[in-house]
């Protein structure tokens, strides 16, 4: 038997036919979930977009400076190394997209750099 597989890409505007297409990309991946595949049956995975990546790397540096428990154990701990390891991660990302973001993207980087870094200083010193 053989699974077909289909691949969408949303990085760019398909109009209707794109949309159309990643509707049934979705559903085909809901169907898939509730057919039992494992730990994420029933979990719509957010989009996959600058901000979004941004934000992810971004609770994970918080949860990594205690400021937000760990979603799995729910409970907060510290590891400084690691969370200066994530912020000079957005840090390296700002200066490499420097010119290529629109100016949403560029302020929520900024925004998001200047209070880990805050939050990085306060937990460090």
Partial sequence: ?????KITDRRV???????????SAVEQAQA??????GAFQGCVMPQVCFPTFVLSLSSS????????????????SENIEIAKHTIDILAMLEEK???????????LLKDMLFELRMHYVRKSS
Avoid: Y
């Fill in 13 to 23: 505007d398909h109009g209707k036919e794109g949309a159309e297409q990643g509707a």
């Fill in 97 to 107: 997209t420097k010119g290529n973001l629109d100016a949403e993207e560029s302020k």
């Fill in 1 to 5: 038997m053989t699974e077909e597989i």
């Fill in 61 to 76: 540096a918080l949860v990594h400076l205690g400021e937000v428990p760990d979603p799995e154990t729910g409970k907060t």
């Fill in 32 to 37: 898939d979930h509730s057919a039992g595949a």
